[in-house]
């Protein structure tokens, strides 16, 4: 079964400083990864995703991720954060050729000081 | 407007009692999922169903059951055998096949006392 892990839990910025968010899955084959946010009072909402291909992703917002097969990373960035990035963000992972299961990491909690 | 619809936002119970938390969608969905949320542990796959009349259970199943007698419905029963109830519970949904692309709801937030 796949798991993943987010070890930062909560990560306080200031606006304007670049962001990376950790991200490390476990699973023996071949895998969709995404990142998931959850905005203040809003429904989680895909942010990206990455199938196969490129392994730098571009999402909403100015967010990326990069795919690294041989960390088993996929680690979300921003180069410039904003006061409204403020959100949770959970990685997710689901195996390719599978179940229809999507697995979520704990979550990191981002706070962005005005 | 589409999307799925989770009510209520807020519930309060009795230890004892079992409840259960709607969750409705006019997506067209096939496919329909309830999660857990708890501060640090993220969220975790109750059960899923990919069709109707039938569902899965997911990693946390005990203390729960569901039923999928409609495409749009996916109730999920919260039961007295649950240990520890109190969460926040979220419900979505995807195309089948497209388990990654989840739709969620805006959840409810389940306190047992």
């Known amino acids: 079964a796949q798991s993943v892990s987010q070890h930062n839990h909560h990560v306080i910025l200031s606006e304007a400083a670049s962001l990376e968010l950790g991200c490390n899955y476990s699973?023996?084959?071949?895998?969709?990864l995404f990142w998931y946010v959850q905005y203040p009072g809003q429904h989680l909402q895909l942010l990206l995703k990455?199938?196969?291909?490129?392994?730098l992703v571009k999402g909403i917002k100015g967010f990326e991720a990069e795919f690294i097969k041989s960390k088993f990373s996929f680690n979300l960035r921003k180069p410039s954060v904003q006061w409204s990035d403020t959100a949770e963000y959970f990685c997710?992972?689901?195996?390719?050729?599978?179940?229809?299961?999507?697995?979520f990491g704990t979550g990191t909690r981002l706070t962005i000081i005005p | 407007d589409g999307g799925i619809t989770q009510s209520p936002k807020y519930l309060f119970r009795k230890e004892g009692q079992n409840v259960t938390l709607s969750c409705e969608q006019n997506?067209?969905?096939?496919?329909m999922y309830w999660y857990r949320q708890d501060p640090g542990q993220g969220l975790r796959l109750i059960y899923y169903?990919?069709?109707?009349?039938?569902?899965q259970k997911g990693d946390i199943a005990e203390g729960y059951s569901v039923s999928r007698e409609k495409k749009e419905s996916f109730p999920l029963t919260v039961t007295s055998a649950q240990k520890n109830p109190t969460a926040f519970y979220l419900c979505?949904?995807?195309?089948?096949?497209?388990?990654?692309?989840?739709?969620f709801g805006p959840g409810t937030r389940l306190t047992v006392t």
């Open positions: 990455y199938f196969s291909g490129d392994p």
């Open positions: 997506l067209n969905h096939d496919a």
């Open positions: 699973y023996g084959g071949t895998v969709n």
């Open positions: 997710a992972v689901n195996a390719r050729f599978g179940n229809e299961k999507l697995t």
């Open positions: 169903s990919q069709i109707v009349n039938d569902f």
């Open positions: 979505a949904s995807s195309l089948q096949g497209k388990p990654y692309e989840q739709y």
